[in-house]
């Protein structure tokens, strides 16, 4: 007997039906003599529907209301998922974030996780019950208000509840089989890994993979929370994301896992700045405090002396704006010439733990990217992966000749669809 | 400057468009030097909608679980509400029932207020803040179990709330102008009334009258709430339910205060029941057991000694199977001869705690309906109230004929529109 937490998101609860299906697969893991805790997020579009209301409402910001206004999404499916799965004869209570006890910091929309308390949760599992959480909520340590946890925040609480809960595993159920080596909708031929380990899957997530969010995995790595990603619709085995030292144990685990990209990323570049010290110290410091994630820096050292100098940077493209705006607000400090923004690229990393201790992979890379006719923009490189930044029209010529370079191809020609999965 | 609660039920808040009039309505209240506390039903039909979503995805019983799906209702209405109302440069903070310390027993679905222990909504007053707080719900004193209040919840969340709060008064918005001396669909003539006692308006409102639950009366009456029932959509001054002491300081108070009808009603007629101590207790035991809602009975005494009864009772039409089978069911200890159930009945109630003191209000009431040629078949009485059945469909001409018979027709010709008050 184990005990087991698993993740449903707005897809797997789409409807009525959707929601049915999930019961089913809860109450037979129940069934089968295992403890299960439930994180479920809210249906389909029943968020953008909140938030649509909310601008019909109101033009303004009202972060502590808006929260207020979403929770009321998984308030209802967890709600309905409780009674479905009564009617397939086990006993499930349902559970906000407040009261599964997940604390979180004040931060509405964007909360950070502090503590997982769930004492009503092991209440329930000792009754026997089958406890449902909403997931992507909790509430503040100091004011008790009612906090979201923003993107992927349902995977989120469903890692922090197994962490807190000792669980043997969390189930993540997606859209998808699992994680893959690279977008089936782009690379026909990419295949499922049935192993990946937290550090790698942490580099493809944050290098455009949707299957996970970073800070779900983080979390899981830090309480060392073996993941289970899978499918709600098939009944396959998907991929195990684990610590590394598990996967260590053959010697037979593949140089690299996969690759990923994405085309949500913009360029700006700043050019003409002085090339005196504390010039790119002044520039990102406008930029944070205009609230801008930045991803990839480049700096090119003026070869010819000529006293400027020009950085590159990327960013989502939702933050561009922001930041032109921070950039040009701090020109007399910068004392740039001109910015410079292209939303036009793309970004590809190749992500593998055997990077550590392989070599040539990156002369492989290359040669891949320049055997395909695709020009590089930008360079950056952590010990487990390597990024560039190229045309956005190039950038699925140069995933699938990479995928094929690195021999990462399927050979059995399975069929995959691939999707989002939801918050 | 007072303390005011104001409660605005889902017809008030049904759109985008209706959410920000109630606001215009709390945010001038608030500059008007006031403090405000609001009790918000959920928008127009969502409670509907849940439920159908509740039927689509289970044919259970959830009792639980339907209260925390339905408390979405007013997370919603409740959010959006406090929004519109900050975008007037007023501050707001929503609650939901138990933030706001709406303590209540557990029966799911009909619970009942055991305490309000209103921390954070002072705070937020004394913040300057008006606090929205969702109608309708609770938090159960045991189990700490989300609750809903059932029908008219919204009207008795308000009371209890201003009778915590120590309020001046508790405004319950409507969508007609305040208590009418008849539902003016029915009497165009029937008048707004300024005030009204608890004890009168408990008797309308038990009689028929929608546009206060009696549950809610009673709550004020126990606490001494002053009332005010007035319209959402105009300025006007509705009508005040107040003790009697108040209204009590004038002697020209008119001796009564209105007629009431309903329809909801159907009769059942035991006949046959052996004419020995006992009988009638066992029949209203197996009634009870039922839990159906009994309201009037009449025993017609047998003149012929033939050592046999007749009883008849009158109640809800929704509990008309229900309390068939239960006399049925119990037939070997009632020993009646048969079970005549009929739902083609109305009953009209003459209300005024002038009746007390006047004399020949019986006779004039009889004489009115002798007179529109309507048949009486049961009278109840109480010392402020006579009500009688009638054939349904006499029961319209009935109510004209005793409102004018009373002198409570307007001369004024003002035009009404008449509805129900949402939950």
Known sequence: MSLIVQKYGGSSVSDAAAIKRVAARVAETKKAGHDVVVAVSAMGDTTDELIELAHAVSGGSHAREMDMLLTAGERISMALLAMAIRDQGVGAQSFTGSQAGVITSEQHGRARIIDVTPGRVVKAIEAGDVAIVAGFQG??????????????????????????????????????????????????????????????????AASGAKVLM??????ARRFNVPI?????????????VVAATEQGDTMEEPIISGVAHDRSEAKITVIGIPDVPGKAARLFEAVAKADVNVDMIVQNVSAHSTGVTDISFTL???DGERAIAAINGAKADIGHAEVRY?????KL????????????????????????GVNIEMISTSDIRISVVTRAEHLED?????????????????AIVYGGTGR
């Open 139 to 204: 509430v503040s340590v100091d004011t008790k208000n009612i906090t979201t946890l923003g993107r992927g925040g349902s995977d989120t609480t469903a890692v922090a509840l197994a962490a807190a809960l000792g669980a043997d595993v969390c189930e993540i159920y997606t859209d998808v089989d699992g994680v893959f080596t690279a977008d089936p909708r782009v690379v026909p031929g990419a295949r499922r890994l049935d192993r990946i380990t937290y550090d790698e899957m942490l580099e493809l």
């Open 214 to 219: 970073p800070r779900c995995v983080e979390y």
């Open 228 to 240: 289970h990603v899978r499918s709600s619709f098939s009944g396959r085995e998907g991929t195990w």
């Open 316 to 318: 989502p493209k939702s």
């Open 342 to 346: 292209d939303d036009a690229i793309g």
């Open 349 to 372: 990393s190749l992500v593998g733990a055997g990077m550590r201790s392989s070599t040539g992979i990156s002369a492989k890379f290359f040669a891949a990217l320049r055997d395909a």
């Open 398 to 414: 140069a995933v699938r000749a990479v995928h094929t370079s690195f021999g990462l191809d399927s050979t059995d020609g399975e």
